[in-house]
């Protein structure tokens, strides 16, 4: 099986699986390890490895600009900011969480307990909500 069989035939793929993977002009054989929700997990070895686009992993494209996933930053509107890619549309989302004029104040104890037990950071729910960022921070 070809790589682009791969992400168009994702329901028939079982762990064990081999498939051949294409990098230029030379291609590898590679294994299915295990599946998860957002696809197949893929054995890779260090010659593969240097002919993928490593940053095309955490780079993407938000409104035209070139942006970074999953790193918090100084926000425009809120007090931070993180881009993410949501997993059901496959589209850059940007997240802005934080108050702006308020500090938090993790280093104490009592705050960060009654914080973490208020907001449920136990489960946070999904990285394109402003909660897991939040709860993240704390």
């Known amino acids: 099986m070809r790589f682009s069989d791969l992400l168009t035939h994702s329901d028939d793929i079982?762990?064990?699986d081999v498939f051949e993977l294409e990098l230029d002009d030379i291609v590898l054989e590679t294994t299915v390890i295990s599946m998860r929700d957002d696809g197949p997990v893929?054995?890779?070895d260090a010659i593969a490895l240097a002919y993928l686009p490593i940053t095309d992993l955490n780079e993407a494209e938000y409104h035209?600009?070139?942006v970074t996933l999953n790193k918090k930053m100084a926000g425009d509107v809120k007090k931070s900011?993180?881009?993410v890619k949501d997993p059901k549309t496959g589209n850059i989302k940007k997240v802005n969480f934080g108050d702006k004029t308020m500090r938090i104040k993790k280093s104490n104890p009592a705050r960060r307990r009654s914080?973490?037990?208020?907001h449920?950071?136990?489960?946070?729910?999904?990285?394109?909500k402003a909660?897991?960022?939040s709860c993240r921070s704390w």
């Not at 449920?120 to 394109?128: L, Q, V």
């Open 120 to 128: 449920n950071c136990d489960n946070p729910g999904p990285r394109t």
């Open 64 to 66: 035209g600009r070139k």
């Open 131 to 133: 909660n897991y960022w």
């Open 42 to 44: 893929i054995s890779i």
């Open 81 to 83: 900011k993180v881009y």
């Open 14 to 16: 079982q762990e064990g």
């Open 115 to 118: 914080y973490r037990a208020r």
